[in-house]
């Protein structure tokens, strides 16, 4: 008797398996994305939803450009990004992030000039900026600061979320090169790297710059604030996207977890963590629009 129950429980389980193993896996769902959303809300919105659902929200980094291509090649659920699909004839993929991804803008990010926490500089001009990226500020006496190198810190290539937004709302050109000392992978080694780099600056969000040991500069004699970036009084600001499948077949979960995110549950979950949600700063997003704009013409 005993050897037959045993049996039972054997082919009961093995009968189950397949089933809790699928159930599982669609209780799973996977983003990639850009540094910036990833450490601006991502992992508290992952985890309230969790609480929520248990729905397990699996988050990867990767960058804002492997963010919208894996989604638009069914190779993850969700992506987050920090800058627009590129349609530049010249610059667009295999896949086409325009046909195959939905950008669905849901917060407010600012670019932020970050350097060592005992750089004795406070400010910085958006001219300064440009003359930083184009190698012509060398010294930190430049900058009103103390006899020392400058040692610029940039991310790598042209279309990462950091470098197209620089282009863009800086020099109104997605194709200026720049002229850097250190060329970075990724925002996360750029921010470590000034951490430890008395003579270091370089550029990044505010959403993973504030979660770091570094020194943000007040632009044009404008603090970073959330006040300020609601309000657009802070120059250099941008949308964060959260990136879904552009299908007919889309998985009921993502719709679910886009729908959390845009909730006033989700906007509340952001503004804890200081992020703007999207739909608190609507007129900022037309003045947005008018600089992007102007860049793609310059483009041509």
Not at 119 to 141: A, F, H, M, P, Y
Not at 149 to 167: A, L
Not at 218 to 244: F, K, M, Q, S
Request: proline letters at 4%.
């Amino acid at each position: 008797m005993k050897n037959v129950l045993s049996t039972v429980i054997v082919a009961l389980t093995l009968a189950v398996a397949p089933f809790v193993a699928a159930n599982a896996q669609e209780r799973t769902l996977t983003w990639v994305g850009c540094g910036i959303s990833k450490q601006g809300f991502m992992a508290e919105m992952a985890q309230a939803y969790y609480d929520k659902t248990g729905i397990n929200v699996v988050i990867q980094g990767g960058g804002a450009t492997k963010g919208i291509r894996m989604v638009s090649a069914g190779e993850a659920d969700l992506g987050g990004s920090c800058r627009d699909v590129i349609t530049h004839p010249i610059m667009i993929s295999p896949i086409s992030e325009e046909r195959w991804s939905r950008m669905n803008p849901v917060a407010w990010d600012a670019l932020v000039v970050i350097v060592h926490k005992d750089n004795g500089v406070t400010d910085i001009t958006s001219e300064q900026v440009r003359e930083l990226l184009k190698g012509r500020i060398r010294n930190w006496t430049e900058l009103g600061g103390a006899d020392r190198p400058v040692e610029v810190y940039v991310r790598d290539g042209k279309i990462s979320g950091v470098g197209r937004t620089i282009r863009e709302l800086v020099f109104a050109n997605y194709s200026e090169d720049f002229v850097a000392d250190h060329v970075m992978p990724s925002s996360g080694p750029l921010e470590k790297a000034i951490e430890k780099n008395l003579n270091g600056v370089g550029i990044t969000g505010i959403s993973s710059a504030r979660r770091r040991d570094v020194k943000i500069l007040r632009l044009d004699g404008v603090a970073p604030t959330y006040e300020r970036i609601r309000d657009g009084g802070y120059g250099l600001y941008r949308p964060l996207y959260l990136v879904t499948p552009l299908a007919v077949n889309v998985k009921p979960e993502i719709i679910d977890f886009l729908e959390f995110v845009k909730s006033e549950e989700g906007k509340a979950i952001m503004r804890k963590v200081g992020t703007v949600p999207h739909e608190d700063a609507i007129p900022t997003w037309l003045r947005y629009l008018e600089r992007r704009e102007a860049a793609l013409l310059a483009e041509g």
